[in-house]
């Protein structure tokens, strides 16, 4: 193999700069590596903006700490990477809502993303089944099984808890349905028990006790000046050299590696690499593999993705409930999905002047018309269902920012994980220098995408014949 090693990143999210710190870490020294990023900026669906004179979340707000099996996220472990362990911050007020009937309950604990271990902990919200969770004397899934979410716990729990407690949980991260969700890819610690254990509520507990948390351990941590901090400190521990606005078109194999054709096409730049990391979204990673994968193109292209606005308003002081914000479960009828009180969730973001930033998602999977509307009309929908589930008349706000994330939240269907392996078993046979990463592949969720590009990064040094340092 040709020395130094050039390897290229094609998109520059979390996942291809998690790739880049890896492969600097791991290959050998002198590997050149350039993280290709078709926007004029780097992070991807992470994007601290800035509202009132300080800076705020315009994509993902958070990551969680831990992960599936309890250990350290990949998020914090590259944190801590990066020189950033101090600068992690956890929300100061956890407790949040779930609009039922109009008004605000509070979210009942116990639950793995809505799912209950102990039904009699969530009758505030929802009335589960009598009586239906029993023991067929079988695992509730087969050992290469994938069923939806929602199936899964309508069977057991009935359809007032997927309708109150999972769709509004699950929805809030995947802006999709538990209906139409795979069990496996979004909620893997769950799948891995419901594989043994005879009772959903049986399940649940198994997977909560997989992974015991110390009582009081925070779930969910951010970085104190913005999750773009964790973008630049990647970006300069990687030492990649960054090409910003230059879209990647295609991809050509060559004898040695790969051919990039860069930019515009009256005027592309071709560059020849040793290797590749693709950790850009499923839709352009498919157009990308047309060509040299027709077949891993068509499964990896098959991933539906729903549209997202996030309207984030700074309102002088108003009167918010001592809450980190609210689900809305989409039987109320609204079009908000779920508030997020900034300033009250987040100690370091509070503000002597009593400033409160406030920010809503709005947009399900499916209902992208409720989009098509000018920026001044949604935020003034959002500002009054605000006051509306609050019960009290907001005051107007002083600044806003409408950010629109148009097809960014993946739509994992039930046996998305063997389709993708299918996918990636190819590729590898036929491709082994080219490797997907990101969260088209392994699940949303910045910890998800982070251990995707490094594992992404290792494939490519075993790949090259180098060993991991
Ligand atoms: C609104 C929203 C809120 C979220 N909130 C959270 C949260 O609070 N916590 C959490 O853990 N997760 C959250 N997530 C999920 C998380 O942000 C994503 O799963 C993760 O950031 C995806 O990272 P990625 O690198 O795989 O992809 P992306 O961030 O999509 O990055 C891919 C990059 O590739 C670039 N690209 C595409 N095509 C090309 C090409 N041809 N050539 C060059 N570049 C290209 C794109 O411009 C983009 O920058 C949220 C997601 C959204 C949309």
């Known amino acids: 193999m040709r020395q130094p090693w050039r390897v290229a990143v094609v998109g520059g999210g979390i996942a291809g700069l998690a790739a880049a710190v890896r492969l600097r ?4 020294a002198g590997t050149e590596i350039t993280v290709y990023e078709q926007s004029g900026a780097l992070g991807g669906k992470l994007r601290t903006g800035e509202l009132a004179g300080q800076p705020v979340e315009f994509g993902a707000e958070s990551f969680l700490m831990r992960d599936p099996t309890g250990a350290e996220s990949a998020a914090v472990a590259l944190a801590r ?13 956890g407790q949040a809502a779930l609009v039922v009937d109009g008004g605000l309950r509070p979210i009942p604990g116990g639950t793995l993303v809505g799912v209950p271990g102990d039904l009699d902990r969530v009758t ?17 899934v087969g050992p290469d099984a994938d069923v939806s979410v929602g199936a899964l716990v309508r069977s057991r729990f009935g359809d007032e808890v997927v309708e109150r407690l999972v769709d509004p949980m699950l929805g809030g991260v995947y802006a999709g349905r538990a209906d139409d969700l795979s ?25 909560q006790a ?24 990647a970006v300069t521990a990687s030492g990649a050299t960054v090409r910003r606005d230059a879209a990647v078109r295609e991809l050509t194999p060559t004898a040695t590696g790969w051919r990039l054709t860069v930019g ?59 809450l980190s914000g609210f689900l809305v479960p989409s039987t109320e009828g609204l079009l908000i999905k779920a508030a997020t009180f900034f300033t009250t969730k987040w100690g370091h973001l509070r503000r002597p002047d009593g400033l409160a930033l ?13 989009l098509q509307r000018p920026d001044a009309d949604l935020a003034a929908t959002v500002h009054r269902e605000l006051s509306a589930v609050l019960g009290i008349p907001l005051p107007a706000p002083v600044d806003g920012h409408v950010q629109r994330w148009g097809g960014a939240l993946p739509q994992y269907a039930p046996g ?25 592949y392994d699940g949303v969720g910045i910890p998800v995408c982070v251990r995707s590009g490094e594992t992404a990064a290792e494939e490519i040094i075993t790949a090259l014949g180098g060993s991991a340092r």
Not at 215 to 230: D, E, I, K, Q, R
């Open 183 to 207: 069990l496996v890819t979004t909620m893997p610690a769950l799948a891995r028990a419901a594989r043994v254990e005879h009772t959903l509520v049986g399940a649940v507990r198994a997977a």
């Open 416 to 440: 998305h994980a063997d389709r993708l392996a299918a996918a990636r078993t190819a590729l590898r046979a036929a491709h082994p220098t080219l490797v997907l990463a990101g969260a088209g």
């Open 358 to 370: 406030v920010r809503a998602s709005v947009g399900r999977y499916g209902e992208e018309a409720h």
């Open 264 to 322: 515009p096409t009256r005027d592309p730049e071709l560059v020849d690499v040793d290797a590749v990391v693709l950790a850009v979204p499923a839709r352009p990673a498919a157009r990308l593999l047309a060509g040299p994968a027709p077949a891993v193109a068509a499964g990896v292209g098959a991933l539906d993705y729903a549209s997202v606005a996030l309207v984030t308003m700074v309102l002088p002081q108003p009167r918010l409930p001592e």
């Open 81 to 93: 990477r990066l020189g950033l362990a101090e600068k992690i911050v956890h929300p100061t007020v």
């Open 25 to 28: 870490d791991r290959a050998p």
């Open 124 to 140: 505030t919200v929802a009335r589960p089944a009598a009586d239906a969770d029993t023991d067929g004397g079988r695992p509730l």
């Open 210 to 233: 997989a992974a015991p948390r110390a009582p009081g351990a925070p779930v969910f941590g951010t970085l104190a000046g913005g999750l773009s901090t964790l973008v630049e400190a």
